[in-house]
């Protein structure tokens, strides 16, 4: 009976570990549906329709490297194009990354911890957002488990194999293919070797041939990062010369809310966990624990010398880097801090719990923070979400007539609508304000990625030329802060009727949105 106890604590954690895995995935499975592609990921869908070829031209336009859509791109003709499949390839990615991660873990904390960490990363509430996501996060997080791995094991564990250190380079590699924040995380482990490896010549050479190989392997595209990261310059130069044009009909405010401390510190705290907090009481009671638990990791890392949070700390200073410079304030860019900060966290829990003085506060910090993933976690996996697209196409299609046209007053909305068209076999007459977003891209020296700035004669013309006794629906997207559709449809009543049509309220609308977040107006002119 004894022997038959101790086997079942031991393999207790793996049981604890694989139910968190199975409700994490079937969650994930199951609400593929459930929630719309947004604007960033109808744009993923759009490239899976190129030509493989135009699609390397067209990435090229973007502001991200081309790894992601080229895999993407294949899924689709293997699996196909639906929302259902686009975001089974992210899911697939998160499933295959909880895996690597209680691999990592377990290595690194031993099963207890290493499980605790797997269980917050599994229930991780920004990870389970980013994972039904038809974007690039989760393969770089699958990607960065893979090179955490490695790189445990050439800097803590000293493994000098050559094999090592070419899969080292190797998945830096695809780092910096997926997304360009990736090179801000190298440059953290880099760091972290070369302090590892200081007076040690057979390191700091195996640093140096690693560090060599990974830049002969993103060499080929560097020219291109210079070329997306001067593209990116030249349109917000315009941009922010169009706030201050009496002519433009561009932003009405300058976007710099994600740029903000403030907004950086509220990333930094959704990543660390911090839900559910709606309101300031409940936010300060699931802050409490996080923020004792977060500086036992500063604790760990500045005095104690502790591996796992000292690499959290050359990781982060590398991320920081990072976001100042290229201004990445969005949570979404600090994501892949999540890996190594529920290893930090799990390892200050193990730390306090290992200790006669400290063990009755590291058990109560450890059923805190994960009740408070729980609850973030049961949190977005239950919320409710809306349809506004597909709303917005039923309403269309139920009211349009042939010789009718559809106007998009932010040219972006254009792909969105495109794409749940489509998938309602439903072909409107379209054009953007003031042209088609597909003809915009065309006419740039590469295809792919932002808009015009509007001006007022671009409006005067459009509706100058709009052609007598017919019908146009206007799309109004992101009307809280694109002033053109206020333009536009105040020129547009003196041509004729306008009539806003009711449209299903969308939950997902933030309440920063005042004017809504998707409108549909019939313009009937005379």
Known sequence: MRDRSTSVWKESPFLLFGLVFLVSACFKLLLLGSRELWLDETYSAFTTHLGFRQLLHFTAGDVHPPLFSVLLWIWVRLVGETQTHLRLFSVLLNIGSMAAMFLLARRILGTRFGVLASILFAFSPMLFVYSLEVRNYMLFIFVLIGLLSVHWAVTLEHNRSKTLLVAYSLLAAALFYIHYVGVFILLGLFAHWLFCSTFVRERLTALGLTTVFTLLLVAPGIPLALTQYHLKIQLDRELKRSNHDP?????GQEITAHHSPVALAKSVAIVAGFYPAKSPALFLLCAFPLAVTLAGVAFLWLVQ?????????????????????????????????????????????????????????????????????????????????????QNLVNALQRNYHRGDKVVFDALYAQVPFDYYARHQNFQPEETGFPISIYDWWTRQSFEGWGGPVVKQQDLNQFVATAPPSKTLWVVLYETYYYDPHEALLE????????????????????????????????????
Not at 247 to 251: E, N, Q, R
Not at 348 to 373: E, F, K, P
Request: glycine fraction near 8%; hydrophobic fraction near 45%; include cysteine.
């Open 305 to 389: 010398g502790d591996p796992v949070c000292r690499l959290l700390g050359f990781v982060s200073m590398g991320m920081t880097v990072g976001v100042l410079l290229l201004h990445l304030g969005n949570t979404r860019y600090i994501l892949p801090l999540v890996p190594l900060l529920v290893l930090a966290i799990a390892r200050v829990l193990q730390y306090w719990t290992d200790s006669i003085r400290w063990h009755a506060l590291g058990l109560v910090m450890a059923v805190c923070v994960v009740c408070i993933y729980c609850a973030g976690f049961s949190r977005q996996a239950l919320r409710p979400h809306g349809h506004p697209w």
């Open 247 to 251: 002519g433009a009909l561009s932003y």
């Open 491 to 526: 020129q547009l009543r003196r041509r004729g009727q306008v009539t806003e049509i009711d449209l299903p309220p969308d939950p997902d609308a933030q309440p920063s949105e005042e004017d809504g977040h998707l409108r549909l107006v019939r313009v009937s002119l005379q």
